[in-house]
């Protein structure tokens, strides 16, 4: 007979094992330089959206991106290294400085085999393209002889865990959109099944170059708006597709007993994850693959639809996906779908790919954290296939104590997390 996801669950519950915690958040996104910026801009409303200014679009049919400005990697890393690693890994070394700063984690302290790294990529195009032409040029003797180490999936968090001193697990997970929340849920199995008492997790992405603009163009997935301000609208009816962006999130995840030994800051509970796959199409999402991820993520935690204060959606600003999770939701939580308010962090910052899972998981735990929900901006005009309360415009006082976060990945890799304040 086969098992089903409540024999999975009940198991699960009989093995007794830690719950995990954040304690540490870090990012570098076009809304701010760190975590304190980036929520004042989430409160106010403020997009981030605007212009493409990193390379000439006289040819390119979508003018505006979400792009990380006035950022000096020199700031964070040694000039040798700058030099030696891509902006992708500036990011994430400058996101992970932050989060480590703010969990207070001493790794003189720490046992390093037991701290470990996960940080979902992606690679970035103009670097292989460069090192194909420097071949075609030159020949082989010139190649670049780190060319696989900065091009790899796990070049940030074998980075990051250099600069650390973590010898723990160190590893990389790529689920497209969905990344950032599965670094976070692979990460809290590894402290579940004992492999680590300390995690770093979450994703980094400066994907946002010519050839990907162009082939997500193509095939219709992005805004062509040539007002950034009105570029990304989710849930609106006229929404038109998602905007490009880029930047990291990362976060400082441990088991509650190795925090509070610490006396590190808890900020919420990973209480549960959840995975699925559509196994329908290469572009198009299925609302009962992602209702299952859900459902998945609440049964895993413990956390029954009722106790559900917030939800922070996928919500990409594209026809399709909109339409699809609002179902998928509406499939979960019944007529309680239409009580719980819903607020789309991408907005604000655009879609930052792999890291954009993880980036609004930092949000969620502001908005739990500050008793503030941040709107969904540019939300106009109400689309009867996405008709919940999705916070338009303006930000909402609330008292959030359980989160549910929804990531799903182009191809149909969908990750959910369920976070509970802890007082």
């Known amino acids: 007979m086969a098992r089903t996801a409540e024999d999975a669950r009940n198991s699960w519950r009989r093995m007794d094992l830690p719950r995990v915690v954040v304690t540490g958040m870090g990012t570098i996104n076009p809304l701010g330089l760190s975590v304190n910026e980036f929520w004042q801009g989430l409160a106010a409303g403020k997009s981030a959206i605007g212009p493409i200014t990193r ?6 049919r979508v003018k505006v991106d979400a792009e990380v400005r006035n950022f000096d990697p020199a700031e964070y890393l040694d000039p040798k290294v700058v030099d030696r690693t891509s902006r992708t890994i500036h990011f994430a070394i400058a996101a992970a400085k932050e989060a480590v700063q703010s969990a207070g984690l001493d790794m003189t302290r720490e046992s390093p085999e037991r701290v470990g790294v996960i940080i979902s990529t992606m690679t970035e195009q103009g670097y292989i393209i460069r090192g194909w032409e420097l071949y075609q040029r030159v020949g082989p003797r010139r190649a670049d002889p ?12 074998m980075q990051v865990g250099m600069m650390l001193g973590a010898k723990g697990p160190n590893t990389a997970v790529n689920s497209l959109c969905a990344s950032g929340v599965d670094s976070i849920g692979t990460a809290t199995n590894f402290i579940r099944l004992g492999y680590a008492d300390v995690m770093i997790a979450g994703g980094s992405d400066a994907s946002l170059e010519p050839v990907s603009i162009a082939g997500m163009d193509v095939l219709g997935a992005l ?7 009105k570029a990304c609208r989710p849930f609106d009816l006229n929404r038109n597709g998602f905007v490009y962006g880029e930047g990291a999130g990362l976060v400082v995840l441990e088991t509650y007993e190795h925090a509070t030994r610490r006396g590190a800051p808890i900020l919420a509970e990973v209480a549960g994850v959840g995975w699925s796959f559509d196994a329908f199409d290469a572009t198009a999402p299925a609302p009962e693959a992602e209702a299952y991820a859900m459902r998945t993520a609440l049964q895993f935690g413990g956390v029954s639809t009722d106790e559900v204060d917030y939800i922070n959606p996928h919500g990409t600003s594209t026809k399709l996906n909109d339409a699809c999770e609002t179902k998928a939701i509406k499939m979960v939580f019944g007529e309680r779908a239409y009580k719980i308010p819903i607020s ?6 655009g879609h930052i790919i792999t890291a954009a899972g993880v980036i609004e998981t930092i949000a969620a735990i502001s908005v739990m954290h500050n008793g503030i ?16 309360d999705y916070v338009p415009n303006v ?4 008292e959030v104590n359980v989160c549910l976060k929804n990531s799903f990945g182009l191809g149909g890799e969908n990750c959910c997390l369920v976070l509970r304040r802890i007082a």
Do not use: Q, V, W
């Not at 805004?223 to 301000?229: H, I, K, L, Y």
């Open 55 to 60: 390379f000439d679009t006289s040819n390119h």
């Open 146 to 157: 780190l060319f696989i180490t900065k091009s790899g999936a796990s070049a940030a968090s």
């Open 223 to 229: 805004s062509r708006e040539s007002d950034p301000a």
């Open 344 to 349: 789309s962090t991408k907005s604000m910052i």
């Open 373 to 388: 929900i941040h709107p969904t901006i540019n939300y106009e005009t109400p689309d009867p296939d996405c008709d919940l």
């Open 395 to 398: 930000p909402r006082p609330a």
